[in-house]
Nanobody, 122 residues
Framework: VQLQASGGGLVQTGGSLRLSCAAS????????MGWFRQAPGKEREFVAT????????YYADSVKGRFTISRDNAKNTVYLQMNSLKPEDTAVYYC????????????????WGQGTLVTVSS
């Protein structure tokens, strides 16, 4: 499956952004989707994941209550709504897909988008 992330940009502290990740190539609803991020000088980390149907989600503690992952299987797209953004949210955000069950493990995801940069100014 091919993934194309978009929606990043520059936003002030407290602002919002919505990232999108469009999938193509295989049956989107067969894949658990995840979002990861990599801040400058740091390792990539888990952000959120959604089950095949979208009925189950799981978040990193650092974004819980501020970020929401959702998906539209009819549009082959997964979203990450980011609210109350903080400077520490600044990172390149990646969407990823796995045929396995929901997981926070980066190595379980077989397919990755190219990343979209989110910059939160203080």
């Amino acid at each position: 499956v091919q993934l194309q992330a978009s929606g990043g940009g520059l936003v002030q502290t407290g602002g919002s952004l919505r990232l999108s990740c469009a999938a193509s190539g295989r049956t989107f609803s067969n894949y658990v989707m995840g979002w990861f991020r990599q801040a400058p000088g740091k390792e990539r980390e888990f952000v959120a994941t959604s089950s095949w149907s979208g009925s189950s989600t799981y978040y990193a503690d650092s974004v819980k209550g501020r970020f929401t992952i959702s998906r539209d299987n009819a549009k082959n797209t997964v979203y990450l709504q980011m609210n109350s953004l903080k400077p520490e949210d600044t990172a390149v955000y990646y969407c990823a897909a796995t045929p396995l069950a929901m997981t926070t493990r980066e190595r379980a995801y077989d397919y990755w988008g190219q990343g979209t940069l989110v910059t939160v100014s203080s």
